[in-house]
T-cell receptor, first 115, second 112 residues
Framework: DSGVTQTPKHLITATGQRVTLRCSPR?????VYWYQQSLDQGLQFLIQ???????AKGNILERFSAQQFPDLHSELNLSSLELGDSALYFC??????????????FGPGTRLTVL | GDSVTQMEGPVTLSEEAFLTINCTYT??????LFWYVQYPGEGLQLLLK?????DKGSNKGFEATYRKETTSFHLEKGSVQVSDSAVYFC???????????FGTGTQLKVEL
């Protein structure tokens, strides 16, 4: 158990809908990262937050957004869903920014299926 | 940009065989290198890491050495078990640790 929790574990929805994925980092970790794992794209970095502020953006679509709240949990919002958004979405956390903080610990993931 | 190249799978071995999964990287600066493992139906678990050249990461019988001259971080285990069957991902982080860049993953199947 990494200490990172994600809910829900599974999510099934229809095209055009909007969903919210939730992540709670390890106790004391200030950085939260979101990754997408799909069969065709592999593991792709989406976005990072550090202590409530966006720090880095990867291959995140404009239909997707995220935020980190004062209690440090994070939510990833996916809207106008398409079939191709079906994937496993992982959250990871690390302690701080900087060389000593670069180990990321992953949650169990949320499997999103868009029908 | 940064990239990680892993050997194609699946790799099928008999129990107690020697394992090598090759990983090479391209990165600006001096990356930290990682191996993560994903068991069926589960998330990613950190297996081992190395943060500078010639460092050896090790855990649960697995080892990998950070080779700057060959830009490699090959994963090895002397004697695999059926329970090692999983997908193994090589990854790197550069700079302030903003994002992990992953390889495509190598599936390992260990048979009795």
């Amino acid at each position: 158990d990494s200490g990172v929790t994600q809910t829900p574990k599974h999510l099934i929805t229809a095209t055009g809908q909007r969903v919210t994925l939730r992540c709670s980092p390890r106790s004391g970790d200030l950085s939260v990262y979101w990754y997408q794992q799909s069969l065709d794209q592999g593991l792709q970095f989406l976005i990072q937050y550090y202590n409530g502020e966006e720090r880095a953006k990867g291959n995140i679509l404009e239909r997707f957004s995220a935020q980190q709240f004062p209690d440090l949990h994070s939510e990833l919002n996916l809207s106008s869903l398409e079939l191709g958004d079906s994937a496993l979405y992982f959250c990871a956390s690390s302690a701080r920014q900087g060389a000593s903080a670069d180990t990321q610990y992953f949650g169990p993931g949320t499997r999103l299926t868009v029908l | 940009g940064d990239s990680v190249t892993q050997m194609e799978g699946p790799v099928t071995l008999s129990e107690e065989a020697f394992l090598t999964i090759n990983c090479t990287y391209t990165a600006t600066g001096y990356p930290s290198l990682f191996w993560y493992v994903q068991y069926p139906g589960e998330g990613l678990q950190l297996l081992l890491k190395a943060t500078k050249a010639d460092d050896k990461g090790s855990n649960k019988g697995f080892e990998a050495t950070y080779r700057k001259e060959t830009t490699s971080f090959h994963l090895e285990k002397g004697s695999v078990q059926v329970s090692d069957s999983a997908v193994y991902f090589c990854a790197l982080v550069t700079g302030g640790g903003n994002k992990l860049t992953f390889g495509t993953g190598t599936q390992l199947k260990v048979e009795l």
